[in-house]
Nanobody
Framework: QVQLVDSGGGLVQAGGSLRLSCAAS????????MGWFRQAPGKEREFVAG????????YYADSVKGRFTISRDNSKKTVNLQMNSLKPEDTAVYFC??????????????????WGPGTQVTVAT
């Protein structure tokens, strides 16, 4: 049974930082591309960042480029999202997702096979 558990969300002041983590189980993690998505109230789920199964390639939405960093540790079966210089418009529920095996990172939600339950990030002004 595949399970993704995302954590690390919370309330932070604008300009602050948060680090999200996603722990995976029940899948061959090192063969899956991973992604982070977010969904704000009343909006569609949108791509934030993706990382290849090897960790050698990363991709970012323009809105977070230079502020967010995605990384993974295949030995621990975790993927992280370091979020710096947070803005109120970053407020959303953040979801990790897995695409594979041997999938490529994608900005499309339809490409991902498994999803975490989400973790709330709130950035106050």
């Amino acid at each position: 049974q595949v399970q993704l558990v995302d954590s690390g969300g919370g309330l932070v002041q604008a300009g602050g930082s948060l680090r999200l983590s996603c722990a995976a189980s029940g899948l061959s993690f090192s063969t899956y591309a991973m992604g982070w998505f977010r969904q704000a109230p009343g909006k569609e789920r949108e791509f934030v960042a993706g990382i290849s199964w090897s960790g050698g390639s990363t991709y970012y939405a323009d809105s977070v480029k230079g502020r967010f960093t995605i990384s993974r540790d295949n030995s621990k079966k975790t993927v992280n999202l370091q979020m710096n210089s947070l803005k109120p418009e970053d407020t959303a529920v953040y979801f990790c997702a897995a695409h594979g095996p041997w999938g490529q990172p994608s900005s499309s939600t339809s490409q991902y096979d498994y999803w975490g339950p989400g973790t709330q990030v709130t950035v106050a002004t």
